[in-house]
C-alpha cells in the first residue's frame, strides 16, 4: 500500500532535514576549529604532523602580541578579527597606542591585518551559505539579506567604527555575497574613524598636550 504525504508534511520534511544537515555542517566546522586551537597551543595532545611547528608560530605571535610590536599589531587583527578566534583588539590596539610606536604604521598594520581576517571571514561565509539557509530557513535568510542589503552601508561603518563584533558581521556579508565594493571601503573608514579617535584621545588628550 503506497503511502500520501500532503504538501504541507513534505515541506516540513524537508524543512527538518536541511536545518539538521546545516546544524551537523557548521558544528563539525566549530569542532574542528577548536580542537586544532587546543591542540596548536598545547592544551590538548593530538599526534598531528607538522604540530611541533605550529605550536612554536603560536608562542611566537603571542610574544610580539604581549610586547607590543608593530608585528604583533598586525597579528592581533590578524587573527583576532577571524570570527571564530577572540582576541580584545580595541582593549590591545589601546594599548599599543599608548606605547612609543609609530602612529600611522600602528593605525596602517592594524587595518592591513583586518582586510585580510575579514576577506577570510567574507570567504568562509560564502562557503558555509547554503548550510546557513538551510539552517535557518530561506524565509528568514532572505528576510535577513533584504535588510543588510538596504541598511549595510550603516551597519559596516557602525560594527567597524564602534566595538561591536565586526568579525561576525564580516562573515555574514559573505553569506548574503554583499557587494564587496561596498564592503571593503565602508569597513575601512568606520576602522580608521575608530583609529583615529582612540590614538587621538591617547596621545593628546589623556596626555594634556591639548587641553
Given at each position: 500500500?503506497r503511502v500520501?504525504?500532503?504538501?504541507?508534511e513534505?515541506?516540513?520534511?524537508?524543512?527538518?532535514?536541511?536545518?539538521?544537515?546545516?546544524?551537523?555542517?557548521?558544528?563539525?566546522?566549530?569542532?574542528?576549529?577548536?580542537?586544532?586551537s587546543?591542540?596548536?597551543?598545547?592544551l590538548?595532545k593530538?599526534?598531528?604532523p607538522?604540530?611541533?611547528?605550529?605550536?612554536?608560530?603560536?608562542?611566537?605571535?603571542?610574544?610580539?602580541?604581549?610586547?607590543?610590536?608593530?608585528l604583533?599589531?598586525?597579528?592581533?587583527t590578524l587573527?583576532?578579527?577571524?570570527?571564530?578566534?577572540?582576541?580584545?583588539?580595541e582593549?590591545?590596539?589601546?594599548?599599543?597606542?599608548?606605547?612609543?610606536?609609530?602612529?600611522?604604521?600602528?593605525?596602517?598594520?592594524?587595518?592591513?591585518?583586518?582586510?585580510?581576517?575579514f576577506?577570510?571571514?567574507y570567504?568562509?561565509?560564502?562557503?558555509?551559505?547554503?548550510?546557513?539557509?538551510?539552517?535557518i530557513?530561506?524565509?528568514k535568510?532572505y528576510?535577513?539579506?533584504?535588510?543588510?542589503?538596504?541598511?549595510?552601508?550603516?551597519?559596516?561603518?557602525?560594527?567597524?567604527?564602534?566595538?561591536?563584533?565586526?568579525?561576525?558581521?564580516?562573515?555574514v556579508?559573505?553569506?548574503?555575497r554583499?557587494?564587496?565594493?561596498?564592503?571593503?571601503?565602508?569597513?575601512?573608514a568606520?576602522?580608521?574613524?575608530?583609529?583615529?579617535?582612540?590614538?587621538?584621545?591617547?596621545?593628546?588628550?589623556?596626555?594634556?598636550?591639548?587641553?
Amino acid at each position: 500500500m503506497r503511502v500520501q504525504f500532503r504538501k504541507d508534511e513534505i515541506f516540513q520534511y524537508h524543512k527538518k532535514r536541511n536545518f539538521y544537515s546545516g546544524l551537523i555542517f557548521l558544528g563539525s566546522v566549530f569542532l574542528a576549529v577548536i580542537l586544532l586551537s587546543l591542540t596548536a597551543s598545547g592544551l590538548l595532545k593530538l599526534e598531528i604532523p607538522g604540530l611541533e611547528a605550529i605550536q612554536k608560530l603560536v608562542l611566537y605571535v603571542s610574544k610580539e602580541i604581549r610586547k607590543p610590536s608593530l608585528l604583533g599589531v598586525f597579528f592581533t587583527t590578524l587573527f583576532g578579527g577571524l570570527f571564530f578566534f577572540y582576541l580584545p583588539i580595541e582593549f590591545l590596539y589601546i594599548r599599543a597606542a599608548y606605547s612609543k610606536l609609530d602612529g600611522s604604521d600602528l593605525v596602517m598594520l592594524h587595518i592591513l591585518g583586518l582586510v585580510i581576517s575579514f576577506t577570510i571571514n567574507y570567504f568562509l561565509g560564502r562557503i558555509a551559505a547554503r548550510a546557513c539557509i538551510k539552517l535557518i530557513s530561506p524565509k528568514k535568510f532572505y528576510r535577513m539579506k533584504g535588510f543588510l542589503n538596504r541598511y549595510g552601508v550603516l551597519a559596516i561603518f557602525a560594527f567597524n567604527a564602534l566595538p561591536l563584533p565586526a568579525p561576525i558581521l564580516s562573515a555574514v556579508l559573505g553569506v548574503i555575497r554583499y557587494k564587496k565594493k561596498i564592503f571593503y571601503p565602508v569597513f575601512v573608514a568606520g576602522q580608521l574613524a575608530q583609529c583615529a579617535v582612540i590614538l587621538f584621545f591617547v596621545r593628546f588628550v589623556f596626555t594634556g598636550k591639548i587641553f
